[in-house]
């Protein structure tokens, strides 16, 4: 550990560690302190706008109520239009007059729209979709029915239509402006934020590059593929649905972050995966926890996998398909909400339902039992016993030919799954080996070990619930000290811990 420690030391002096991430601290202050101020009168900067939209629209309502205005306005509409048209190409006048409306169609619909979309979206992100619906149909309510303008506008301006076009003048002008110093703010905290992001992912990029190379000297090619570069949801280059560890039909799926090296010509990967998918609800799943949709009745059932993919050459694994499927995990994160139900009289009743943190729109269904993951038997594969009491008591073993499962998972090849496994003596200390998937109690107690494998032609594939791939997500002063980059080495040791544990890149050089 000393040589490791040294060689952190000269990249963190050479690299000027500590003066780049107290800059991008800098810039992190700079950009929270605008997006603060931004979120305090972001509501109040909207509210005005609309009031100024609205009283816009009244005074359009009430000119245009009156015969002789309408008619005027169109008689002059109408003369506009041919004395343009004659001066221009239809075509020309056609494309104007589109591109008055569209300007329209921004500042009184899409604007007003998208960004009370937005703040709701922010500010009640666990509600349900129809609730978010809800939420912004009570908001124009409020702004309705608290604007005293409109009772001005019908009372005192009534009768005075130059008065009233000179509101409408004065309410468009500052209507305009307010737009102008919201978009201007927005656009700001935008840039602050790109600016601030764009260098803390960069240094991420180039220290956990860094680190892999200090971890694998042999090791070429060493990248780290960013969450950005990540935009196409089923893009599955890790081939995590290719390896059968789920339910094949995906409701959703997406990649970020990825690290990618190789050695001796073999490529490693290891990336951050998020997936949900669709359980039949005759096959109840074992291992992953079940949700429905919001107030559906009869709603399909999804499994939820957030976490680590490893994607590892294993050359000795020539021609079978062998998969270790935990018999007991442990739940995803939930937290408690309240949701409106009807009780069997058909009158509204409030209860309280467990719910994802992550997934406010899934609500958890607390039937799902825990039965053997039938769905491997069900593409012909078979269950057999192992030698090993420690795979027995963690894993349910699925194979096609019980000879080359046994040939690969070898005595010595189970234990060392097992270390990676369960837990050691003195598992939170920093020399502590093992425990990096599991909560398995040496007493007996499974509460889960939230760990799959698939082995396939000359392919080892590896599922981890609850981990990621992204390091010095903190700023601050003390990001900047080197015990934070010893922290965020020894998190990739932790990551990398199973290739070493399992003796990968050995036994590949071994049958090359």
Known sequence: MATLESQLQTLYRDRNYRERLLDIDMKRQKYQSKNVFFRRIRPFLLYVYLNFELIVIALLVFLLSLPYVFFVTLAIAIVARIVYSMSRRWQQTKSKITSFLE????????????????????????????????MMMLFYVII??????????????????????F?????????????KFFQS???EVQSLFELYSSALLEFQAEALTSFAQIVYPNALDVQFIPKWDFKISNKDSLGMTNSQLFYGQCDRYAECNQLTFSIDGLTYKVG????????????????????????????????VFRGIFYSLPLLKAQRSSIYLIPKRTNTIPLKKRQKLVKSWGGEPRVVTVQVSRD???????????????????????????????AIED????????ENATRKLLSYRFMERIVEVVAPQQNENSSASKGGLFSVFQKNGDNSGCDLWFAMQPKQLSIARQRHDLMFFTETGDRSAEFENVLDNFRKLQYLLQPIEQLDLVRSNAQKL
């Open 272 to 303: 951050d995966v998020e997936m949900i998918f669709f359980i039949d609800p005759s096959h109840h799943s074992t291992e992953f926890d079940k949700f429905t949709y919001f107030n559906k009745e009869r709603s399909p059932s999804f499994g």
């Open 359 to 389: 997934y406010p729109w899934l609500e958890f269904d607390s039937r799902a039992d825990r039965r053997r993951p039938d769905r491997f038997l069900r593409e012909g594969l078979e269950e057999y016993s192992m030698e090993s009491d």
């Open 185 to 187: 703010l927005k656009s």
């Open 167 to 179: 509101l409408g003048i004065v309410s468009v002008i500052a209507g305009y402006f307010t737009f």
């Open 144 to 165: 309705v029915f608290s604007f005293p303008l409109f009772f001005i506008v019908f009372t005192l301006f009534k009768e005075n239509i130059i008065a009233s076009i």
């Open 394 to 401: 963690r894993f349910y073993t699925f194979g096609k030919e």
């Open 103 to 134: 300007f329209l169609k921004l500042f009184a619909i899409y604007f007003p729209l998208e960004e009370i979309e937005e703040f709701i979206q922010n500010n009640f992100r666990y509600l349900s979709p129809k609730a978010k619906g809800l």
